[in-house]
């Protein structure tokens, strides 16, 4: 997961960092961090990737020369109701 990756799937799903660091189980200084381009460590993407999974969003890896890395909702799933604006 990229650092775009992250954020695309953090507005898909309408969350803010905080927010986000509860569905986890990490901390919103560690989603800033992996957001500004740090590598976070191994266990911490993977908490964050089974995060978003669970709640229907869909990885796409890059495939040049015709899109780069990005996220999609799994069909017939929507944001969590009462999820604030990113």
Request: no cysteine.
């Amino acid at each position: 997961m990229t650092s775009d990756q992250l954020r695309m799937a953090r507005a898909l799903l309408r969350l803010n960092q905080s927010e986000l660091a509860v569905f986890a189980n990490v901390t919103a200084n560690t989603i800033r961090s992996i957001e500004n381009g740090n590598r976070g460590r191994p266990s911490v993407v993977k908490k964050l990737r089974v995060a978003f999974i669970e709640r229907g969003v869909l990885f796409i890896d890059a495939f040049e020369p015709y899109h780069g890395a990005g996220v999609a909702m799994r069909w017939g799933v929507e944001a969590p109701a009462g999820a604030q604006e990113a």
